[in-house]
T-cell receptor
Framework: KAGVTQTPRYLIKTRGQQVTLSCSPI?????VSWYQQTPGQGLQFLFE???????NKGNFPGRFSGRQFSNSRSEMNVSTLELGDSALYLC???????????????FGQGTRLTVV | DAKTTQPPSMDCAEGRAANLPCNHS???????VYWYRQIHSQGPQYIIH???NNETNEMASLIITEDRKSSTLILPHATLRDTAVYYC?????????????FGQGTTLQVKP
């Protein structure tokens, strides 16, 4: 079956702009998480959605937001972009929610965002 | 979630076993040990996880010490394609979140 799909793969934006990234989870997966990866900070958790509800949020400013749709697809938005937002943004989907926390996460290839 | 400590880098000869250690001395009874790897410019890939028993799958084996304070991921016959950053993650069993806390990982270089 198809894996996690993230679009676009690459993006260049200007400081002050906003950006929306998309993630389509594996069919049947209801949990979607987002991560930011930078050379300095490594992989950091942004937020997690299950059944259209945000269940957990990392330590990022309010400029970072997300949502999940009824078909489990998710989007994340970053407003008022800063140079430091340049990163690889990764989406992961899991089959479970609730108590099924031991199901493994499947990651997409990521969206490489460059802010100039 | 418990913190983990891994060596920053390791080398392994192609065809030999790669043994990647992880220290998680503050692990509690309701926490699993997970291993993921990330090949350059790709998303992390799940490898294996375990609670207290040794585990094996088609990719690797996971050996967890009896006191659960450390573990070793074993790639039995490393190939050049196993060159990647390997992350050891400890995560709670209970609760309703799939959040993963990544450390800096171990960069494994498999050499011909």
């Amino acid at each position: 079956k198809a894996g996690v799909t993230q679009t676009p793969r690459y993006l260049i934006k200007t400081r002050g702009q906003q950006v929306t990234l998309s993630c389509s989870p594996i069919s049947g997966h209801r949990s979607v998480s987002w991560y930011q990866q930078t050379p300095g900070q490594g992989l950091q958790f942004l937020f997690e959605y299950f059944s259209e509800t945000q269940r957990n949020k990392g330590n990022f400013p309010g400029r970072f937001s997300g949502r999940q749709f009824s078909n489990s697809r998710s989007e994340m938005n970053v407003s008022t972009l800063e140079l430091g937002d340049s990163a690889l943004y990764l989406c992961a989907s899991r089959s479970g929610g609730g108590e099924m926390v031991n199901t493994e996460a499947f990651f997409g290839q990521g969206t490489r965002l460059t802010v100039v | 979630d418990a913190k983990t400590t891994q060596p920053p880098s390791m080398d392994c000869a192609e065809g030999r076993a790669a043994n990647l250690p992880c220290n998680h001395s503050t692990i509690s009874g309701n926490e699993y040990v997970y291993w993921y790897r990330q090949i350059h410019s790709q998303g992390p890939q799940y490898i294996i996880h375990g609670l207290k028993n040794n585990e094996t799958n088609e990719m690797a084996s996971l050996i967890i010490t009896e006191d659960r304070k450390s573990s070793t991921l074993i790639l039995p016959h490393a190939t050049l394609r196993d060159t990647a950053v390997y992350y050891c993650i400890v995560r709670r069993v209970s609760g309703n979140t799939g959040k993963l806390i990544f450390g800096q990982g171990t960069t494994l270089q498999v050499k011909p």
